[in-house]
């Protein structure tokens, strides 16, 4: 049975830190991600790597301020979250799949979420 399981999230105040956590289990997938609600909004891209982690993507709201990476003798990905805002308060969701280009997609596996809230 494949799962992914985020850990992590909290609260913090603006200009914290915080580090997410996605583990893994039943398979190993090429591309993992983060995706992000917030109430009444979309979820939305926030960032994503590659298996070797050699290539990875953001959104440019959280260029220069997130980090992506990944431990694949863990089959964990992680999410660095520095300089926080009170705008990156949502949901966060670890997302898996077979490629770059699908992550994101229906296809993809999903965690369940884990609450990050900032405090102004």
């Known amino acids: 049975q494949v799962q992914l399981v985020e850990s992590g999230g909290g609260l913090v105040q603006a200009g914290g830190s915080l580090r997410l956590s996605c583990a893994a289990s039943g398979r190993t997938f090429n591309a993992m991600g983060w995706f992000r609600q917030a109430p009444g909004k979309e979820r939305e891209f926030v960032a994503a790597?590659?298996?070797?982690?050699?290539?990875?993507s953001y959104a440019d709201s959280v260029k220069g301020r997130f980090t992506i990476s990944r431990d694949n003798t863990k089959n964990t990905e992680y999410l660095q979250m520095n300089s926080l805002k009170p705008e990156d308060t949502a949901v966060y969701y670890c997302a898996a799949g077979s490629s770059m280009a699908t992550i994101g997609s229906r296809s993809n596996y999903w965690g369940q979420g884990t609450q990050v809230t900032i405090s102004s």
């Open positions: 790597i590659s298996w070797g982690g050699t290539i990875t």
